[in-house]
Each structure stands twice: as C-alpha cells, then as structure tokens.
C-alpha cells in the first residue's frame, strides 16, 4: 500500500462500501402504487359519485427480460415489508454505483 493521503482515503471509502454492501437486506426492485377498485355493487359506498372505492391494495410493477409484471400487494404487514424492500433496493444500487466511481479513482 502506498501513502498516498487520496489513494488512502478512496481505499478506505471502498472498503466501508464493501462493508455496507456485505449488510444490505431482503431487497426487491420495482414500483410500489396504491390501487383502489370499485366492486360493482350499485348498493355500496364505492358506487357512490367521487368514491375512491375500495382499498387501497398496492400493485407492485417491475420489468423482467423487457416485461412488465404487476402483483398486487395486500395492505399491512405485506406492503409495509415490500416498501423496505424496495427502498432496500435503491439503497444497494446506490451503494454500487458509488463503490463504481470509487474504484475506477483507485
């Protein structure tokens, strides 16, 4: 190792990197967006003018091999889970793309 302060300094930014990156969690990518539905009874509060309707239930998108699929994510625990989920995710990407920049300066 050299004593170069900068070289010392990026080395030591890439190793918390990889020390945070070692740390990341259950991660999921995607788009997390309530959906409310209207369920067709003319009797219920959905089918009243300027209901929202019923809900909300999440639709959770993501693309895989150039498709988009959706899955609906029931409220509560589960949507709460795939929003830790996700932000899991773009934490970890941001993580690589910083160790990116890091190692290409080294």
């Given at each position: 190792?050299?004593?170069h302060?900068?070289?010392?300094?990026?080395l030591?930014?890439?190793?918390?990197?990889?020390?945070?990156?070692?740390?990341?969690?259950?991660?999921?990518?995607?788009?997390?967006?309530p959906?409310?539905?209207?369920?067709g009874?003319?009797t219920?509060?959905?089918?009243?003018?300027?209901?929202k309707?019923?809900?909300?239930?999440?639709?959770?998108?993501h693309?895989?091999?150039?498709?988009?699929?959706?899955?609906?994510?029931?409220a509560?625990?589960?949507?709460?889970?795939?929003?830790?989920?996700?932000k899991?995710?773009?934490r970890?990407?941001?993580?690589?793309?910083?160790?990116?920049?890091?190692?290409?300066?080294?």
């Amino acid at each position: 190792m050299t004593s170069h302060p900068d070289l010392n300094a990026l080395l030591l930014q890439r190793d918390q990197l990889r020390a945070e990156l070692a740390a990341v969690g259950e991660m999921r990518p995607g788009s997390l967006a309530p959906r409310f539905r209207k369920c067709g009874k003319p009797t219920c509060h959905c089918a009243k003018k300027g209901a929202k309707g019923h809900g909300p239930s999440y639709s959770l998108t993501h693309a895989v091999s150039g498709k988009t699929f959706t899955h609906v994510i029931p409220a509560g625990d589960a949507a709460e889970r795939t929003r830790a989920q996700l932000k899991e995710y773009h934490r970890f990407r941001h993580l690589v793309q910083q160790l990116i920049a890091v190692s290409e300066q080294i």
